[in-house]
C-alpha cells in the first residue's frame, strides 16, 4: 500500500501527508489509525524483479512455487535493540513464502517498528521511504488469502498478518506489514480476524524494550527503530 501505516485490525482511515490507506489493530473495539513520515537516513537498497515476478493477479500460484523453491521457515529480525529469531509456520504456507520472499528482496531493510502499543502489538513493516513505496507499487500492493487457522492464536509472542478491514470481507493478509503481540495474556479478540503465521522463538527481552519505546499520541515510535531481516538456513 501507498499507505503511511497499517495499523492492525481497525477499519478507521486517516489520510497523512502521504495520502496513504492505512489497517490497524483494535486494541478493544476502536482504534486509530497512525502517520508519521519516516526519515531517509540509510543507502537505497537495490531490488532487481524477476520477469515472472509477483503481482495482484499471481499470488497463489507465485507464493506457492516459491514457497516450494524455498523451504526456510525461520527468519531474524536486527534492531539496533537487539535480534528476534522467528518460526513461521508451514501451516500458512502463502503467508511464509511471502515473508520469506520480501525478506530475500529487501523489502523490510527499508521499514521501521512503526507503532508501539504496551501490552498489546508491536507492528512494522510500513515506510515512506521511496525504496519501500517503490516495492509495494512494483508488486501491486498484493494481498494474501486468509490460512487462519484455530490452533494459531494471538498469544504472546505471535506473529500476525495487518489486514485492511474495508471492503474486505474476505480478510485478505496486507503482505507488507506485521505484528507481534507483546501481551502478556496475548490478543485473542484477534483469533478468527488476521492471519497468525509465525512466532518468537528467541529474543524475547527484545520484544519488550521494543514495548518500551516512548510514543507519539499516533503511538509512533518518538525514536525510528529499522529493521533488517535475514532468511536463516
Not at 523451504?71 to 528476534?84: A, F, N, R, S
Not at 521511496?130 to 487457522?149: G, H, K, S
Not at 471492503?167 to 507488507?176: D, E, I, T
Request: hydrophobic residues 35%.
Amino acid at each position: 500500500m501507498s499507505q503511511k501505516l497499517s495499523c492492525i485490525l481497525l477499519a478507521s482511515l486517516i489520510l497523512f501527508s502521504s495520502c496513504k490507506k492505512s489497517d490497524a489493530v483494535p486494541e478493544a473495539k476502536s482504534l486509530e489509525a497512525i502517520a508519521k513520515p519516516v526519515i531517509n537516513e540509510k543507502e537505497p537498497v537495490k531490488v532487481v524483479r524477476e520477469p515472472d515476478s509477483i503481482n495482484s493477479k499471481n499470488v497463489v500460484a507465485f507464493l506457492t512455487k516459491y514457497g516450494e523453491l524455498h523451504p526456510e521457515d525461520k527468519v531474524i529480525v536486527k534492531t539496533k535493540l537487539g535480534d528476534l529469531v522467528v518460526k513461521l509456520y508451514d501451516d500458512t504456507p502463502l503467508h511464509r513464502a511471502s515473508f520469506i520472499f520480501l525478506t530475500n528482496m529487501g523489502y523490510f531493510s527499508n521499514t521501521c517498528f512503526h507503532r508501539v502499543v504496551p501490552g498489546f502489538v508491536v507492528q512494522g513493516g510500513n515506510s515512506e521511504r521511496p525504496q519501500a513505496l517503490e516495492m509495494q507499487n512494483r508488486y501491486e500492493n498484493y494481498t494474501i488469502p486468509p490460512e487462519i487457522r484455530p490452533n494459531r492464536t494471538h498469544k504472546y509472542g505471535a506473529l500476525a498478518a495487518a489486514r485492511d478491514y474495508e471492503n474486505n470481507p474476505g480478510k485478505r493478509s496486507n503482505a507488507f506489514e506485521f505484528y507481534f503481540i507483546e501481551g502478556k495474556k496475548g490478543a485473542h479478540h484477534l483469533d478468527g480476524e488476521h492471519t497468525v503465521f509465525g512466532e518468537i522463538v528467541s529474543g524475547f527481552p527484545v520484544l519488550e524494550k521494543l514495548a518500551k519505546l516512548k510514543t507519539g499520541r499516533d503511538q509512533w515510535p518518538l525514536e525510528d527503530v529499522y529493521m533488517e531481516i535475514e532468511v536463516l538456513k
